[in-house]
């Protein structure tokens, strides 16, 4: 989903924040509950530029894996925010499991987890 007040998956944390900010982003919806990781990877790679391992920054989305069965294949989004003191580094996801929007620690596991991370073009 796409909607702040109707329902959220994982890539609307990635799409609703340049859409908010009056960026034009294009929408990537052709997927199922379980991604197929190479097309994730692709999709997110059309409309994002890779960061360097170590360069990750606030504001960056980064693809991780939940389900250790497809260990090191991404099939889940996040977006890397500040923590509660504006320095700590946490994370804003919409999971399935929880069934809501979340918003805490970016710390093990899902730094082990995570495959890569992007940002968005043509922002400074």
């Not at 991780?64 to 923590?83: D, K, N, S, T, Y």
């Not at 809501?100 to 987890?113: F, K």
Request: proline content about 8%.
């Amino acid at each position: 989903g796409r909607s702040i007040s109707a329902g959220m998956d994982c890539l609307g944390c990635m799409v609703l924040p340049p859409r908010m900010a009056g960026i034009e982003f294009e929408d990537y919806t052709a997927y199922s509950r379980r991604p197929n990781p190479r097309q994730l990877l692709r999709e997110v790679r059309r409309r994002m530029d890779d960061v360097k391992p170590g360069d990750e920054t606030f504001g960056d989305v980064g693809l991780c894996w939940i389900h250790q069965e497809i260990r090191g294949e991404p099939h889940h989004a996040f977006m890397l925010v500040p923590g509660p003191d504006g320095r700590q580094r946490w994370m804003v996801h919409s999971w399935m499991e929880v069934g809501r929007v979340s918003y805490n620690p970016y710390s093990s596991p899902w730094t082990e987890n995570t495959h890569s991370f992007f940002q968005y073009r043509g922002l400074d």
